[in-house]
Structures are given as structure tokens and as C-alpha cells.
């Protein structure tokens, strides 16, 4: 059955069963739904939501808080229609109080989302590693959290606690909220941009038998750690949320120099999907097929 005819099982279903597995979930970042369709075909399990890459494609813009939530589970809805696996959605703030956050979680369940995470920080938030960050009392984000577990409808759906403290309040104060998150029944727990291996031992040291989500963020501020410490310490979900941006980023910067400096593009048609290669990874195949089968292929 094509894509544009398949009946989708619960994602969150499938991604609560994914972390109950043996190996950490690994969720490479799409910023677009032919970014998230590329996950997929390498073989991952789950697709990320990039947010700083839904900001960079939607808007050309920084990480710094200007989307809003409408504009981002537009983007997840997209996302979620392009592929077949578990889509975890960067959902920021929850976009304002509380009351916000029910119909955050609301708008993203239905879009099809499987889990979203929400943050701590003061809005208009900062991706989290950037400098300047800020957040806002832990009882305010403790309400926020229990909102989100009451608003969603199925009890499937991953509710997942991020906390930005480690830049402002220090690592203890980090853990301390997400303590308390975890109090007010999130699923999930996500202590953001540790600045070390021995930060990041304290936090899987803090919270056992408790699922977490380790940011692997591309040239931030988190040291490059290696699966093989993941998997040890038991982090059950790794994100990694912008190498595929800056991978595309600097293959389009490639072309369009080579255009600039040879006036056409023929000495890099070697290094390009062919175009027919890329009709049939995008699905113009099962196009032909419901144009047989239904037809459609007029005007």
C-alpha cells in the first residue's frame, strides 16, 4: 500500500514500544517533510522535529522564539504525512501559560505527532545553546506539565520535560526541576546543554529507570559523546538536531559556487542524485500507479 493510501498505526504506540527496547531510540532532526522522508529511508526508527531548523527553513531566521504554534505543528503535520515512523516534535514553550499548552498539545496529537517536548525557558525563548537564555519558576513549568498530561487525549502520546536551568541556575537546580517534572507525570526528561562527560553522568546518575533524552546537538555546547556512553548510561532517546541541516547548507553552498564560477552546473551533475533517481525516492512511481488505477493524469 502507497503512502498516499496507507492507514497509519498509533506513532506513539510505536514509539513507547521503541523505548522500551534494548537500544537507545535514535531521531535524526528534519527540518521539512523531504528532510524527515530521508531519515526514514536510512533506516532510523524516528524523525525529529527540528525547531532551529524549522526557524532556519521557514523563515531564514535564528532559533529565538519567532514561530509560532500554528506555523510549527503546520511543519509537524507535514512531517508526520511524509513518513511512516514516530515524529517527536520540538514544541517549544507550550506558547504561553498553561491554557496555551493544553491546546499546544491538542493541535500536535492531532496533527499525528507521537511526543513533543516542552521547555522552561521564558518566552520568547533561545535555541538551547545559545547564550542568554532564561527561565521561569519551576512551579510555573511543574503547571505547564500537568496541563500537558491532562490535555492529551490518548495516553500514548510522549509528554517530554525539558529543562534549560543548567545554563542559568547550575546543574543541580536542573536536576532538582526535573525532578519535579517528572513529579507532574512527565514521561520523559530532557535536562539540556551539559558542558561536560562528568555533567552528563550525573544526569543519567540522577534519574534511574527514568527515560531520557540526550541532545546531541551538532556544534554545541554538549561534548561529542559516543553511542557506546549513551547506550551505558541509559539515555532512551538521542536527538540529533541539525546535522542534516548543516549538511545541506554546505552541499547547496557547494553547487551554487560551482555555478557562480563555471556559469552552469555540469561539472557537479556527478556529484547529484540523478533526477530520475530522485522521481522515485519522492514517489512519482505510486503517482503513476493511482493514475492507473483511479485516473487523475488529465486535466
Not at 532556519?56 to 510549527?72: H, I, N
Not at 542559568?168 to 512527565?186: D, P
Amino acid at each position: 500500500m502507497g503512502r498516499f493510501l496507507v492507514r497509519k498505526t498509533s506513532g506513539a504506540a510505536r514509539l513507547r514500544e521503541l523505548l522500551r527496547g534494548p537500544e537507545p531510540v535514535l531521531a535524526p532532526g528534519a527540518y521539512d517533510a523531504l528532510s524527515a522522508r530521508l531519515v526514514e529511508a536510512a533506516g532510523f526508527p524516528a524523525v525529529y522535529m527540528t525547531g532551529f531548523g524549522t526557524s532556519a527553513s521557514r523563515l531564514g531566521r535564528p532559533d529565538v522564539g519567532l514561530l509560532t504554534m500554528t506555523e510549527m505543528v503546520e511543519n509537524a503535520r507535514r512531517i508526520v504525512e511524509a513518513v511512516e515512523v514516530p515524529v517527536i516534535a520540538d514544541a517549544d514553550t507550550g506558547y504561553g501559560n498553561p491554557i496555551n499548552v493544553i491546546r499546544t498539545v491538542q493541535e500536535y496529537e492531532r496533527a499525528g505527532v507521537a511526543a513533543i517536548h516542552l521547555e522552561d525557558q521564558v518566552a520568547p525563548k533561545k535555541c538551547g545553546h545559545m547564550e542568554g537564555k532564561q527561565v521561569i519558576p519551576a512551579e510555573e513549568m511543574v503547571e505547564k506539565v500537568r496541563a500537558a498530561v491532562a490535555a492529551r487525549s490518548s495516553e500514548e502520546f510522549v509528554i517530554i520535560a525539558r529543562t534549560d536551568a543548567r545554563a542559568v541556575e547550575g546543574l543541580e537546580a536542573a536536576l532538582e526541576r526535573a525532578r519535579r517534572y517528572r513529579e507532574a507525570g512527565a514521561d520523559v526528561l530532557f535536562v539540556e546543554a551539559p558542558q561536560s562527560e562528568e555533567e552528563i553522568r550525573r544526569i543519567a546518575a540522577a534519574f534511574p529507570g527514568v527515560p531520557l533524552l540526550f541532545n546531541w546537538a551538532e556544534g554545541g555546547k554538549t561534548p561529542p559523546t559516543e553511542y557506546r556512553l549513551l547506550r551505558e548510561l541509559g539515555f532512551r532517546l538521542v536527538i540529533f538536531p541539525i546535522g542534516a541541516l548543516l549538511a545541506a547548507t554546505r552541499a547547496i553552498r557547494q553547487l551554487l559556487e560551482r555555478i557562480r564560477e563555471e556559469g552552469t552546473p555540469i561539472g557537479a551533475l556527478g556529484e547529484l542524485p540523478r533526477f530520475d533517481e530522485f522521481l522515485d525516492f519522492i514517489g512519482l512511481p505510486e503517482i503513476r500507479e493511482l493514475e492507473a488505477r483511479f485516473g487523475g493524469s488529465g486535466g
